[in-house]
């Protein structure tokens, strides 16, 4: 078990490291796992022009559409991520209005102006160094054996699990907030209403206190959102 969890934590590592050195090339390395098919014209053109507005070369970000793999990791209704590239769902985009799937864009946009992917490897590559630096140097770490270590290894990593949820949840408020506040400054105050008008709708439905690990919940969205106006 403690091998298992020692691979698993060196695998971590050493991805965070070829993720984090190779920001550019990883971006392709990226589009093999989660979609390298290049999405509809209307996403290419509305991506860049949001990257444009947030004053972010686009040239080596692809705009891709996405397949199975990231649904699969992070859940279902899963509309778009970005990692280096920007990935979207266009089936299930294609149920909201034109307006929300622009704020989509423009929140996608906004992750990548603000580096939140860097950052989210900045952090693992951070917990990893930190959990091998503590199993290396503590005595009662190092000397601990079979289960013990194998259980205070699986409680380092769901530690650091916890913090990433927690970092990525401030990411995504970050990324509508500037969305938002970009949008009102263009003078598209209708984009981010459209956006609280689809968030009510979800509270309405019953929603607006799921659980989420990625995002704050529907209501919290809302809230910060609603202040804007
Ligand atoms: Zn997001």
New binding site residues.
């Given amino acids: 078990m403690y091998r298992v969890s020692r691979l698993f934590t060196h695998y971590f590592l050493l991805s965070c490291i070829v993720g984090f050195c190779m920001e550019t090339k990883g971006a392709a390395l990226y589009a093999s796992l989660f979609g390298k098919q290049d999405a509809s014209s209307w996403y290419q053109a509305a991506t860049k022009k949001a990257l444009e507005q947030f004053e972010v070369n686009s040239d080596a970000i692809g705009i891709k559409r996405m397949n199975g793999v990231g649904p699969f990791v992070v859940g279902s209704g899963l509309f ?3 990692m280096n590239n920007v990935w979207y769902d266009e089936t299930l985009l294609g149920k909201l209005s034109e307006k929300q799937r622009l704020f989509a864009v423009y ?2 946009a ?2 990548i102006a603000l580096r ?1 992917h860097p950052t989210q490897l900045l952090y693992l590559f951070g917990a990893s160094i930190s959990t091998a630096i503590a199993f290396l140097k503590f005595p009662m770490l190092k000397e601990s054996q079979g289960l013990t270590k194998s259980i205070t290894l699986l409680a380092a990593i769901a530690v650091s699990g916890c913090g990433l949820t927690k970092l990525v949840k401030n ?2 408020r970050a ?2 907030l500037k969305a938002a506040k970009l949008l009102i400054k263009l003078g598209k105050d209708d984009v981010v209403k459209d956006h609280i008008i689809w968030l009510q709708d979800v509270v309405n439905g019953g929603h607006g206190h799921d659980e989420q690990v ?2 704050y919940t529907f209501d919290e969205q809302l809230n910060y959102l609603k202040v804007l106006f």
């Fill in positions: 778009a991520f970005s929140h996608e906004a992750h939140h990411q995504e990324a509508d990625w995002h």
